[in-house]
C-alpha cells in the first residue's frame, strides 16, 4: 500500500473519531448555550451502545423494502427509543403480525442486552398510501414499556398478540388497529 493510501485512511480515521467522540460539545465548553438548553433539563440523545445496537439489529434482520430496518437508536437518559420499519407481506393481517412480532424481538434484545435502562420505546413505520395513491412513509405503531413491564413478561409463553396489550403506553396509526 502505497504511502498516500496510508496517509489518506489515518486522515479519515481521525476525522471519524472526532466525530464519533462529539466535537459538537465544543460551544457548550466555550460557555455557548442556546436558549432551548438553558430550558430543557432534559439530556440530550445519544447513540445506543455498540452491544444494545448489535442485538436489536440481529433481533431484527433486514427490511423486505429495501430501506433501513433499524433506522436509529437512541438514548435519552435510562430511556431507549427504537426507530424500525415494518416488513410488508401477503396481507394487511400479516403486516400487522409482523410489526408485532418486531416489537417482541426488540423487547427480547433489549431484556438480553445488559443495558441499564428505565424505559423503552418503539417506533415503528410503514408505507401508506392514500385515496390519490400517493404512498408515503409514515409512523404507525408507537409503544412505551418500562423495565418493569419487561421484566414481568414470561417469554416461554408469551403471545406476541398481546405486545400492545401489556404496553404502558400505546398509539397506532387507524390502518394498524
Same mark, same amino acid.
Given at each position: 500500500m502505497g504511502i498516500k493510501k496510508v496517509v489518506v485512511r489515518m486522515c479519515l480515521?481521525?476525522?471519524?473519531?472526532?466525530?464519533l467522540c462529539?466535537?459538537?460539545?465544543?460551544p457548550e465548553q466555550r460557555g455557548i448555550v442556546s436558549n432551548s438548553q438553558e430550558r430543557s433539563h432534559?439530556?440530550?440523545?445519544i447513540p445506543a451502545p455498540q452491544s444494545l445496537q448489535y442485538g436489536v439489529k440481529r433481533a431484527l434482520g433486514s427490511s423486505n423494502r429495501g430501506i433501513a430496518k433499524v433506522s436509529n437508536i437512541q438514548v435519552i437518559g435510562k430511556n431507549i427509543q427504537v426507530y424500525f420499519t415494518v416488513n410488508d407481506n401477503l396481507t394487511k393481517g400479516m403486516v400487522k403480525s409482523s410489526a408485532k412480532i418486531n416489537i417482541v424481538d426488540i423487547?427480547?434484545?433489549?431484556q438480553s442486552s445488559g443495558y441499564d435502562y428505565s424505559e423503552?420505546?418503539?417506533?415503528?413505520?410503514?408505507?401508506?398510501?392514500d385515496k390519490f395513491g400517493n404512498s408515503e412513509e409514515s409512523m404507525v405503531v408507537q409503544a412505551t414499556y418500562t423495565r418493569s413491564t419487561i421484566n414481568r413478561i414470561n417469554w416461554k409463553n408469551f403471545l406476541y =398478540?398481546? *405486545?400492545?396489550?401489556?404496553? =404502558?403506553? *400505546?398509539?397506532?396509526h387507524p390502518a394498524f388497529r
Open positions: 480515521l481521525c476525522l471519524m473519531c472526532l466525530v462529539g466535537c459538537e460539545t465544543v432534559k439530556p440530550a440523545p423487547l427480547k434484545a433489549v423503552v420505546t418503539i417506533f415503528g413505520t410503514f408505507s401508506l398510501t =398478540d398481546d *405486545v400492545y396489550d401489556i404496553a =404502558d403506553s *400505546v398509539r397506532l
